[in-house]
């Protein structure tokens, strides 16, 4: 099929996945990023193979993706293959966004040529969930716990890998991106993308599409993270009910405990007043009366016994 800019997008795939790339076409196939629309892209051929086995797959990405992963991109040669959604069973991820993502990748690519390899990853990935629509995918309260909790990873560490839990580095990638194109719209996003073609580095590319340099950003998203993504949004979220389910248990606990240990002591009074003074360990007046009324017996005192 043919996507806007007179690039062709062929589907590669086993008969049995015919119905379901018809699918993909149809949803996804003419699909281009906002920032790249209007730059004057190569009119390259885009491959997507749909890997019908995951012998297939594997062979085709030199294993190079993770178990969980459901497709790869190559935007220097212009290369998508994805799992058959045949073979990849009950996953969340709609099959039409995952190819989103990749294609994503891919324009980015093209539009950067031999830059690409300066971009930092956080931008890549955070660019390629953006533009594929994949905030209804995602769990940005994991995000929210991962900050709150002291475990978020600092968006400068993610410029080469993405260390730690990875779906969370993705949604962090994505939020970053997103507080870019706030900054300057899709446009912004496009020229920072065409100053790097040209040669400028990320850092460059910044400070003359937005004003301020990468660590700026980072310091200026921190703060923004904080603001979006604090306690209320944490503890809105599962792991968060269940911390707050917790406290409430404990402190249950603690109430109850806390009731128990006065319903002693207010025994141990009350006792304390029926026996004498508190502290006085002798037998109460009572007590004292009925055992010397014992004094007389004769078998009390050991006398009589034969």
Not at 110 to 125: D, I, K, S, T, Y
Not at 230 to 254: F, K, N, P, R
Request: aromatic residues 10%; without cysteine.
């Amino acid at each position: 099929m043919e996507a806007p800019g007179g690039r062709s997008v062929v589907f590669r795939h086993a008969p049995a996945d015919s119905a379901i790339v018809a699918l993909l076409a149809e949803r996804a196939g003419a699909f281009v990023p906002a920032p790249v629309t209007s730059l004057d892209l190569p009119a390259d051929t885009i491959d997507v193979v749909i890997a019908s086995t995951e012998g297939e797959f594997s062979e085709m990405t030199a294993g190079r993706v993770p178990d969980w992963g459901l497709a790869v991109a190559f935007p220097q040669l212009r290369r998508i293959v994805m799992r058959s959604p045949r073979i990849t069973g009950d996953v969340d991820v709609d099959p039409a966004i995952v190819l989103r993502h990749e294609l994503a990748h891919v324009y980015l690519g093209m539009a950067l040529g031999r830059e690409e390899e300066e971009v930092p990853r956080w931008f890549h990935e955070g660019f390629a969930a953006l533009y594929a629509d994949e905030w209804r995918w995602v769990d940005p309260y994991r995000l929210a716990w991962a900050r709150v909790s002291g475990t978020l990873v600092p968006l400068g560490d993610l410029g080469a890998s993405f260390p730690g839990d990875p779906s969370v580095a993705y949604v962090q990638s994505m939020a970053a991106v997103r507080g870019l194109e706030r900054r300057g719209g899709a446009i912004g996003l496009g020229q920072l993308i065409v100053r790097m073609r040209e040669g400028a580095t990320f850092d460059q590319a910044l400070r003359g599409t937005f004003g301020l340099t990468l660590d700026q950003y980072y310091a200026e998203w921190e703060s923004e993270l904080g603001r979006q993504y604090g306690w209320t949004v944490a503890l809105s979220g599962q792991q968060g009910l269940w911390v707050v389910l917790a406290i409430v248990v404990i402190g249950l606990y603690w109430l109850r405990r806390r009731g128990l240990r006065r319903e002693i002591d207010a025994r141990i009074r009350s006792e304390d007043r029926a026996l004498g003074e508190p502290g006085d360990h002798s037998l109460g007046a009572e007590e004292w009366e009925r055992y010397w009324e014992w004094d007389d017996d004769e078998e009390w005192k050991g006398e009589g016994r034969p």
